[in-house]
């Protein structure tokens, strides 16, 4: 299995992921901004960052990428594609995931533990989780606020592409349980064909009980077990 | 010398340029002329207090800074260590006083910039970022501005670059009302072999200049810090830089690449005084002489001035000698970060500083004197008197202890950070072990089973009440942080913040603190590897108390070892290790109870000091302890209020035998609250005591028993009794603001 990770100039979750892909026993590659080749990744990861300084919007730029004209068409081919906080936020900027990420409702950047619940296993990204599983992931960004109109958010709900859900500690959804005032709480979303996952908290930085959390490790897992499985194109099973 | 005509700058020129008049006439008379004024600029910025150390270096030499595991002392960009697995820990701390007080974020942000270029010039990889900061009283709007002006800053450039911020201090105290204080330390690491120096070489070699563009930001920044600020200090904006940690990102990157490359002959980033200071440092370091087109150097804005270009603080450039057959090779790896480079200077043979502005030569001046000519300044007066003993404070204050606990708890310098390092990016890197709010951040070092704990420590307080126990006090505190994770302390670098040190008493104060700093070190045998020098911070003639900020790493053989501050299981013993006395003189108890810092600080014993140590190292090597926590601010009641936060569970001692046994009558509160040093709160389960005590005794250090791990109340018997969640309370909402 060959994870492909992305850098943008800006870009620092690129050596995190590369640890935890590692860690779980499988191939990383890294994958230049300027070029197009996504060097026979089965699933490419958009790490965290602030690609390009983020000056303008987070992901604006990078959306422009030349290695984002062959991301998305590895996604739109049923690709693997995996955004992890800037990550996510470029997959937004980029329309291969609904709605956008604003600055945080604290006004305030965030470093923080957090758990998630697990709303979806009918993903390749959350295949080895159980549904309302609680995932200790932590979050850290500035410009974590999901937000989307009442009829995207209604979709998303409907055809249950909220991968994850900010909880408490006890899996309890409350109100406000997000560190950045998400709507519906909502910490993860998938696109319609559900090849394409963004999540705001850093799994890998959730990958050994020594950092306070493996529960990230489920993730990495669950797409190797279903590429391993299926080949490199896991996603035709799924839909 | 008659000859000479030294009238010519005139007192407003010099002023300009922050030089005295001595200075100007040892100048002229050195030169055998007089300098252009492009010449008294780059004069007056090298000259100044910020590059040439003219008042601390004469005493900053007696600091030890051997050991068998230093691989670098001070002289280079940081210090560096070994720490095995042919490995080097680089590290310094800086200070970024001024700019920070005209503007917060700016001033912050080029800060932690700065200290990074220190370290990735050598080669490391910046792994941890620490911050030590100092404001005036919180409850003050203006105060409250510059805390968070700074904070956001500290985690704007952080944040962007990742890099992790895992920890550091922050107090607030009158003595920084009108002058802030915010010191960034970086620790890097990288292979012995890759180690990267800024000592240039080769005549002909050529010199890249790479990164930002040079703008007319930051001009005069090192002169602006050598001089005391006035009212007329905010009109000196455009000498606050302005950062931009994503070109930082791309440079780091690109330097690192370059880390070790036999085609990069020296590296040296640019930071106080621009290219000036840079290039002759590089130059001076080597033994050579440089010599600089200003013409060649690509600008941000036009009609920039020879000296503007020289003088320039723009931020995130670096310098790269390399022969000049390398040159084209080299801009190919910047350019494809998209970095833009210049060939702005070559390296001469003889030692010489020439600045031309395309066929124009504008500057000729011998490198020694302009590097380490300036007049050394020594003390201005002879030691005055010491104060009069502070009159004793009044009664002991109505509270009970409870209250007591809660006030210290709840109190801006005792109360939890976690609004501050929430707002930064303390786990990028899969690296911090323990987190902030502990003792040390403890970060593994990818690929070993080594940890760097690191720590950084400085009560002002107990330096203004006596400059070199407190500077002691430092070093010993810095290193109890380290200690408490079960790492051994390798070596520190220091801060040094003073007022203005033209008058005797801060002259003496600077004198005496390098004194207790070397003191320290020499019993705990800690070298200091690197460090800053901040003086004049001072405005209108009130200046800060001597402020000795100690930056420590500790290096952990193996982090499956560490040890943390909070209690952990039920049922555990609790003891103090270290002495029991009573001494409220300079504490927080006092500061809250009789708002005076009077009296003398708490007595230090190194000897004990250093024992103390290895028998926490030696306990926690062994696997015998569950937590170690040091005992600061606040005495033994605030220590163990604090492990049970951090491991959410109360605990029940009986601390009341404690005074018996020591026999001190003074009553609970010095006992409770009193600051004596040397100590460290541990718990551990019952079966480990006997080992413990038998430990203690061959360390000779006090070891007592008191009390034990559970519940959720904090209990002392007879004096406090106080639910886990009130005091959770309190200390969480010790840094919010009260609307």
Known sequence: MRF????????????????????????????????????????????????????????????????????????????????????????????LLPGALTRNSSLEFRCAPAWLRVETVDTVFTSGCARGDVLQIPVSHGEGRFVADDE???????????????????????????????????????????NVLGMMPHPERACEALLGSSDGMLLFNSVAKMVSRDGAMPVAAVS | MTSVQVAAASDADLAEVALTRAEYVHLVTSLGREPNRLELGIVGALWSEHCSYKTSKPLLGTLPTQGPHVLQGPGENAGAVD??????????????????????????????????????????????????????????????????????????????????????????????????????????????????????????????????DTGRDGIHGASFASVVLDADSAARRPAVQVGNPFLEKCLMEACLELAGDPRVIAMQDLGAAGLCGSTAELAHRGGCGIEVDVARASRRETGMTPYEVMLSESQERMLIVARPDDVRSLQSVFERWDLHSDVVA??????????????????????????????????????????????????????????????????????????????????????????????AALVRVDGTSL?????????????????????????????????????????????????????????????????????????????????????????????????????????????????????????????????VEAELDG????????????????????????????FVLDAIAAGLL???????????????????LLGDIGAWVGIEELGQDAGLNTGAAGI????????????????????????????SVPFRGLGSVGGERVCVTGCIDVSLADVRRVHEGALIERE
């Open chain 2, 83 to 212: 720490i095995g697995h042919g490995l080097a820990c680089v590290f310094k701390i800086e200070s970024h006083n001024h700019p920070s007080a005209i503007e917060p974020y700016q001033g912050a942000a080029t800060g932690v910039g700065g200290i990074l270029r220190d370290i990735f010039t050598m080669g490391a990889r910046p792994v941890a970022l620490l911050d030590s900061l100092r404001f005036g009283p919180l409850d003050e709007p203006h105060q409250r501005h510059l805390f968070d002006g700074v904070v956001a800053g500290i985690g704007g450039y952080g944040n962007c670059i990742g890099v992790p911020t895992v920890g550091g201090e922050l107090y607030f105290d009158e003595s920084y009302r009108t002058n802030c204080l915010v010191n960034a330390m970086c620790v890097g690491v990288v292979e012995q072999g890759r180690l990267t120096r800024a000592t240039a070489s080769g005549p002909g070699n050529l010199v890249l200049l790479v990164g930002a």
């Open chain 1, 4 to 95: 492909g990770i992305a850098v943008f100039p800006g870009t620092w979750s690129d050596r995190d992921c590369r640890h935890a892909v590692e860690l779980a026993g499988h191939e990383a590659v890294l994958l230049w901004h300027k070029d197009r080749d996504l060097r026979g990744a089965d699933c490419v990861i958009l790490p965290g960052g602030f690609a390009y300084g983020d000056y303008l919007r987070a992901g604006a730029v990078a959306r422009f990428a030349p290695l984002m004209e062959s991301v998305a068409e590895f996604a739109s081919a049923g690709g693997l594609v995996w955004g992890i906080c800037n990550g996510f936020q470029i997959l937004c900027e980029a329309h």
């Open chain 2, 672 to 699: 409770l609250f009193g600051e004596s040093q040397s100590r460290f709160v541990i718990s551990f389960a019952r079966e480990a005591l006997v080992r413990l005590h038998e430990l203690a005794g061959r360390h």
């Open chain 2, 587 to 614: 504490s927080e108890y006092q500061r809250i109870a009789h708002g005076v810092n009077a009296g003398l600080p708490p007595h230090l014993d190194l000897d004990l000091e250093r024992r103390v140590h290895g």
């Open chain 2, 451 to 579: 940890g760097l704990a690191l720590a950084t420590d400085g009560n002002s307080r107990y330096a203004a009440l006596d400059a070199r126990l407190g500077a002691m006090i430092a070093v010993c505190e810095a290193a109890r942080n380290v200690v408490a994770t079960g790492a051994k302390p390798a070596a520190i670098t220091n801060c040094l913040n003073f007022a203005n040190p033209e008058h005797a008493d801060v002259w003496w104060d600077l004198h005496d603190a390098i004194d207790g700093i070397g003191a320290a070190c020499r019993v705990l045998e800690i070298p200091v590897v690197s460090g800053n020098v901040s003086l004049y911070n001072d405005t209108g003639g009130t200046g800060i108390d001597p402020t000795v900020v100690v930056g420590m790493v500790g290096v952990i053989d193996d982090v499956t070892q560490r040890c943390t501050a909070g209690f952990r299981d039920d049922g555990d013993l609790i003891a103090l290790v270290g002495p």
């Open chain 2, 346 to 439: 070559v390296i001469l043979p003889e030692q010489r500083f020439v600045v031309r502005d395309g066929g124009d030569r504008v500057c000729d001046l011998p490198l020694d004197l302009l590097v380490d000519g300036a007049p050394p300044r020594g003390a201005p007066g002879p030691r005055p008197d010491p104060p009069a003993p502070s009159a004793a404070p009044g009664p002991m204050p109505s509270w009970s202890h409870d209250e007591a606990l809660l006030q210290l708890l709840g109190s801006p310098n005792l109360g939890s950070r976690a609004s501050v390092y929430r707002r930064y990016d303390h786990q990028v890197g899969d690296a911090t072990l323990i987190l902030p709010g502990g003792d």
């Open chain 1, 152 to 194: 995207t958010l209604d979709m998303l709900e409907r055809e249950q592409r909220v991968a994850f859900r900010y909880v408490r500690r006890d899996g309890s959804a409350v109100e406000n349980a997000s560190p950045n005032g998400s709507m519906h709480d909502i910490a993860g979303i998938v696109n319609e064909r559900r």
């Open chain 2, 626 to 644: 569950h937590s170690t926590h040091d005992c600061a601010e606040g005495g033994i009641a605030i220590a163990i209020a604090e492990s049970c």
